[in-house]
């Protein structure tokens, strides 16, 4: 008899058996953390989802897995009415397994406001590893603003460090052109870092058309700027050193009106080379400017 029950249960084969195990262990657990076989017509999307654009070739390939191995992770719901549910997370699984042709898909169900729905929906998109840079900072930007989450919490949330999350928001700071680029993956997140050290726009503007057209390296974009910060230093020291000269030479003006009692001019280049104009309006008025000079 024994062997009769141990050869019907290899009959049934790994899966079958892995299925029942699965089952029999999910029964034992509580109610949120098991999942359960849903129609998917009964699912709507979720309103609040973070995400926009879904790359058809990657789609594609998630359906093919579904269509080989299955949903290895369930998406994750919450109940609006009889039957009826409403999507959290989830939503490239949930449209690859329509691509698929499946009619149920396993899911968590979930209780949870709308305001929960959107951090679900944003942290589980930010942990996803195909997600491009403009996309993860506006999430940040948006856990922050919508879901009232402090800037130094935000990376406790997604598993990642406070830098990481600034140095994504600061991306937030760039020209919209620059924004875009990141978005079609023109240029990485190095190139971008690069950029925020430029504050003239058109600067930037014109080394990101470089970095697209020329497909210059990260490496070679902090050379140009470095080049161009170190050249606006040197003409800020050199402003620096003109508005010192200009100062200096007001000075000897004052003294030297003050010893003629008329206004004196004093003119000079970078060399320090130049003129003392001492106006004189009669034969008397010269007299009295040279015999001032004699007694110097």
Same mark, same amino acid.
């Given at each position: ?9 290899? +009959?049934? +084969?790994? @899966? ?9 262990? =999910? ?18 999307? *979720? ?5 926009? *654009?879904? =790359? &058809? ?5 998630? #359906? ?23 999507? !959290?997370?989830? =939503? $490239? ?29 944003? !942290?589980?998109?930010?942990? $996803? ?10 999430? %940040? ?57 430029? /504050? ?7 080394? %990101? ?12 974009? =902090?050379?140009?700027?470095? %080049? ?6 040197? #003409? ?5 050193? *003109? ?14 009106? +003050?010893?003629? *009692?008329? #206004? ?10 130049? /003129? !003392?104009?001492? &106006?004189? @309006? ?5 007299? /009295? !400017? ?7």
């Amino acid at each position: 008899m024994d062997k009769q029950i141990k050869r019907k249960g290899l +009959g049934k +084969g790994l @899966g079958a058996l892995l299925s029942e195990r699965t089952q029999e262990k =999910e029964e034992l657990m509580p109610v949120e953390d098991r999942s359960f076989e849903i129609l998917i017509e009964n699912i709507s999307t *979720n309103p609040f989802q973070p995400r926009t *654009n879904f =790359e &058809p070739v990657a789609l594609n390939e998630l #359906k093919e897995s579904i269509q080989s191995q299955g949903i290895i992770q369930p998406i994750t719901v919450r109940k609006i009415g009889e039957s009826k549910f409403q999507l !959290i997370s989830g =939503e $490239r699984r949930l449209q690859a397994s329509k691509l698929a042709g499946l009619t149920k898909i396993p899911a968590f169900i979930r209780e949870a406001t709308d305001n929960q729905m959107l951090e679900m929906g944003l !942290i589980e998109n930010i942990q $996803r590893e195909n997600l491009n840079a403009m996309e993860v900072a506006l999430a %940040y930007k948006r856990l922050i603003d919508e879901c009232n989450i402090k800037q130094e919490e935000v990376g406790a949330k997604v598993g990642k460090d406070r830098t990481t999350v600034t140095n994504y928001l600061r991306l937030l700071n760039l020209p919209i052109a620059v924004q875009e680029g990141l978005k079609l993956k023109k240029l990485s997140m190095g190139h971008a870092r690069a950029l925020l050290g430029i /504050e003239d726009e058109k600067l930037l503007q014109k080394i %990101y058309q470089d970095i697209v057209e020329n497909e210059l390296s990260v490496r070679k974009v =902090e050379e140009i700027i470095k %080049y161009h910060n170190s050249d606006k230093k040197t #003409k800020n020291i050199t402003k620096k050193s *003109n508005s010192i000269q200009k100062r200096s030479l007001e000075e000897f003006q004052e003294s030297f009106s +003050g010893v003629f *009692n008329r #206004k004196v001019l004093v003119l000079a280049d970078e060399n320090s080379k130049g /003129e !003392i104009k001492i &106006p004189f @309006g009669s034969r008397s008025e010269l007299d /009295e !400017i040279l015999n001032k000079l004699r007694k110097k």
